[in-house]
């Protein structure tokens, strides 16, 4: 493929990450009242990843019902807005730290992997193919971290990031929960998902080397 084509198509890949600075400016109160009663932005960032295991635990106990599965879609906004937070907290207040930036890619990942795995105990998925799709979302995240590494940027760049990863699961988390049976064609979204990882990964490394 030409570079100008593959360029092209790189850069139409939109991701949800491109709209966490308006969230930002909804949750800026908040970061102000926590920073002001001496809530710090590690403090958060491991609240967030210790609360999701939690959940991903608990989805993936053999008695759960599938009404437990709607504590997806709200955890993951919380998880979300917790994300921005932490972040507020970290550049506006003066608590950037190096032990930070190792906790939120690390926490990030593990948080993932914990609310990706309950699928793989449900029908019509399979394991290996939630264990496949974990594998190329933490690729991906390493993908973005390695940027700064070569001399470019963090990259966020999609088409699956991890804002749009959420969405997926909490829309998934929202069906199940609500009690609709899940087709067999779904079967496909987990390769689809693990697919649109590998482009993703591919596309950081990609824009990271343009940066450049």
């Known amino acids: 493929m030409p570079d100008t084509t593959l360029s092209t198509c790189l850069n139409s890949a939109m991701t949800l990450y491109e709209l966490k600075p308006r969230f930002q400016n909804l949750l800026r109160p908040i ?3 926590l920073a002001g009663i001496g809530v710090t932005a590690n403090q958060v960032t491991l ?6 295991v939690a959940v991903g635990a608990l989805l993936c106990l053999p008695e759960r019902g599938p009404t437990l599965f709607l504590a997806l879609p709200v955890w993951l906004f ?14 506006e207040f003066g608590q950037k730290s190096k032990l930070g930036g190792y ?7 593990v948080s993932d ?13 399979t394991a290996w193919t939630v264990f496949l799709v974990i594998f190329l979302a933490v690729l991906s995240e390493y993908a973005g971290v390695m940027g700064p590494l070569v001399g470019a940027s963090r990259r ?16 998934l988390g929202a069906w199940i929960g609500l009690g609709l049976s899940l087709p067999s064609w779904i079967f496909w979204l987990m390769p689809a998902m693990a697919t649109l990882l590998a482009a993703t990964a591919v596309n950081r490394v990609y824009r990271g080397l343009r940066e450049l």
Do not use: H, Q, W
Request: proline share 5%; net charge neutral.
């Open 113 to 125: 992997a914990a609310l990706l795995l309950p699928f793989a105990f449900v029908a019509p998925f």
């Open 47 to 52: 609240a967030a990843a210790i609360l999701s």
């Open 156 to 171: 966020y760049d999609g088409p699956l990031g991890k804002s749009d990863r959420a969405l997926v699961i909490g829309a």
């Open 78 to 91: 919380v998880r979300m807005a917790l994300n921005a937070i932490d972040g507020m907290l970290a550049r």
């Open 31 to 33: 970061a102000t009242r």
């Open 103 to 109: 906790l939120n890619e690390l926490c990030d990942v």
